[in-house]
């Protein structure tokens, strides 16, 4: 995959990992992947489904209500009969 330039490509990637919580790279390689599933490879073409991707996530949360950093905030709230636990040292 050689590396693009494109400030805006980068951009929309870089909104994507964020929303996604991943890495730029992994969010730059999840669109590569979309856009070889659909035959395309200029810039233009990537750029939409980048943005298409992102629009999307977006949506999702906002369907959803709870964000990525919400849901993980709820995981680590200890439970009733675990919060008095204290590991050794």
């Given at each position: 995959m050689p590396l693009i330039e494109d400030h805006h490509?980068?951009?929309i990637c870089a909104q994507l990992a964020s929303t996604?919580?991943?890495s730029i790279a992994a969010a730059r390689?999840?669109?590569?992947?979309?856009?070889?599933k659909e035959g395309k490879k200029d810039?233009?073409?990537r750029k939409e489904i980048a943005q298409k991707i992102l629009d999307q996530t977006i949506?999702?949360?906002k369907k959803h209500s709870d964000s990525a950093s919400a849901s993980?905030?709820?995981l680590l709230k200890a439970l009733k009969e675990e919060e008095n636990f204290?590991?050794?040292d």
């Open positions: 490509y980068l951009k996604l919580s991943i390689r999840k669109v590569e992947v979309a856009a070889a810039l233009q073409s949506e999702d949360d993980f905030d709820q204290m590991l050794e």
